[in-house]
Nanobody
C-alpha cells in the first residue's frame, strides 16, 4: 500500500522558516516523482514544487520560487520542502503527492489544467503564518 506521511507543519511568524517532511512507503521511491501542493480555505489546490528522486530534477511554481526548496533523500525515502521568508498568504494545508508520471506532475505544478486523478496523496500538514 502506498503511503505518504507529512510532518513539520505548525505556527510560525511571518518571515520565518519551516521544513516539511514526507515519508514515503509502499513503492519504489526513485521511480516516482514527488510533489508538494497546498490548499487554503476557499481556494483551489495549488502545486508548489516537484522533484524526481532518480535525477534530482526540480520544478517550482512562480509563487514560491526563490523561497521554497524541494529535495529528496533516496535512502530515507523522504521528500522535504524547505520554506523560508514565509508570508501570511502561505497559510494552508500542505500535501505531499507521489506521481508515477513525472511529466504530468511537472505540468500540474506549472499550472497546466490536466486530470490528476492517478496520483497518491498524503493527509496533509497545517502551516499557519501569523503577522
Amino acid at each position: 500500500e502506498i503511503q505518504l506521511v507529512e510532518s513539520g507543519g505548525g505556527l510560525v511568524q511571518a518571515g520565518g522558516s519551516l521544513r516539511l517532511s514526507c515519508v514515503a512507503s509502499g513503492f519504489s521511491f526513485e521511480d516516482w516523482a514527488i510533489g508538494w501542493f497546498r490548499q487554503a480555505p476557499g481556494k483551489e489546490r495549488e502545486g508548489l514544487a516537484c522533484v524526481e528522486p532518480l535525477n534530482g530534477s526540480t520544478l517550482y511554481a512562480d509563487s514560491v520560487k526563490g523561497r521554497f526548496t524541494i529535495s529528496s533523500d533516496n535512502v530515507e525515502n523522504t521528500a522535504y520542502l524547505e520554506m523560508s521568508d514565509l508570508k501570511v498568504e502561505d497559510t494552508a494545508v500542505y500535501y505531499c503527492v507521489a506521481a508515477f508520471n513525472p511529466h504530468l506532475l511537472r505540468a500540474v505544478v506549472a499550472g497546466v489544467k490536466v486530470p490528476f486523478d492517478s496520483a497518491h496523496w498524503g493527509r496533509g500538514t497545517q502551516v499557519t503564518v501569523s503577522s
